[in-house]
């Protein structure tokens, strides 16, 4: 059974940086697309960055493109997210994905909260 299983979140002040990381389990995930989502209180869940299977592509959401990087690392099943610069509304519980074409749902794990305090 696949698993992934985010961590490096915490409570951190405005200007600070995160590094999140999603390990994954069960087997190897190198072939899919890998991605980090959030989701505020009372709001749905949003795209904040994904990587192609090889790393060569990368992809961000308005709000975080220059403050986020995603990366991965693909000899040890983990794809991570660099959080620079944060601000109060990136506080979000942090989800990472890992899906391919073909595959019939994707794989989530179980989030992990980031707190930005002004």
């Known amino acids: 059974q696949v698993q992934l299983v985010e961590s490096g979140g915490g409570l951190v002040q405005a200007g600070d940086s995160l590094r999140l990381s999603c390990a994954a389990s069960?087997?190897?995930?190198?072939?899919?697309?890998k991605g980090w989502f959030r989701q505020a209180p009372g709001k749905e869940r949003e795209f904040v960055a994904a990587?192609?299977?090889?790393?060569?592509?990368?992809y961000y959401s308005d709000s975080v493109k220059g403050r986020f990087t995603i990366s991965r690392d693909n000899a040890k099943n983990t794809v991570y997210l660099q959080m620079n610069s944060l601000k109060p509304e990136d506080t979000a519980v942090y989800y990472c994905?890992?899906?391919?074409?073909?595959?019939?749902?994707?794989?989530w794990g179980q989030g992990t909260q980031v707190t930005v305090s002004s």
């Open positions: 994905k890992a899906d391919r074409v073909g595959v019939s749902s994707p794989y």
């Open positions: 069960g087997r190897t995930l190198s072939t899919y697309a």
């Open positions: 990587i192609s299977w090889s790393g060569v592509n990368a």
